[in-house]
């Protein structure tokens, strides 16, 4: 079971735009994310039903073995209809860009996006790759072939 000495050295990169914000950080003792900032110059409004790229001014090398998941923030979705498009976003460990966030506007009102706004989370997380095996039959399960609203609940 992993606890609080389970760690990993992450390289990060600061570029201009970010210069002067805090780095992304665990913001309690148990928490799975650290806060991405928006590191824009001018406060960026989003429409409602509107999306919009905003860079973070990161860049990071993520190890082999890891993988960086960027997710909505839970407050930004019910106060506001803040969400990510292509969630979670997946940071792979030989990507080396600029980590940008697409924000999606699912609320009522216009939203603005002012400079250092926490705007997505990051997770760091193991990731396995898979071998394929070809297999004339698969073995089989209770639930079968049984897939969307299979089982009749809601």
């Keep these: 079971m992993a606890d609080a000495s389970d760690s990993i050295s992450i390289d990060i990169q600061v570029m201009p735009e970010a210069e002067g914000l805090p780095l ?3 913001e309690t003792a ?5 806060d ?3 590191a824009v110059a001018d406060e960026v409004v989003i429409a409602p039903g509107q ?3 905003v860079t973070t001014g990161l860049r990071v090398a ?5 993988e960086g998941q960027v997710r909505p923030r839970s407050g930004l979705a019910i106060r506001h ?6 969630s979670p976003g997946t940071i792979d460990a030989d990507f080396r860009g600029t980590i940008q966030v697409i924000l999606a506007n699912l609320g009522q009102e216009p939203f603005v996006v002012k400079r250092g706004d926490r705007i997505a989370q990051l997770v ?7 071998e394929w095996q070809v297999r004339d039959d698969l073995d089989s399960t209770e639930r079968g072939e049984g897939g969307f609203g299979h089982t009749g609940q809601n």
Excluded: D, K, Q, W
């Design 62 to 66: 993520i190890p082999p073995g890891f």
């Design 30 to 34: 148990h928490a799975a994310g650290m």
């Design 36 to 38: 991405l900032r928006a």
């Design 51 to 53: 999306r919009t790229l």
């Design 124 to 130: 760091i997380a193991p990731v396995i790759r898979a």
């Design 81 to 86: 209809g803040i969400s990510l498009l292509n």
């Design 24 to 26: 992304p950080r665990y």
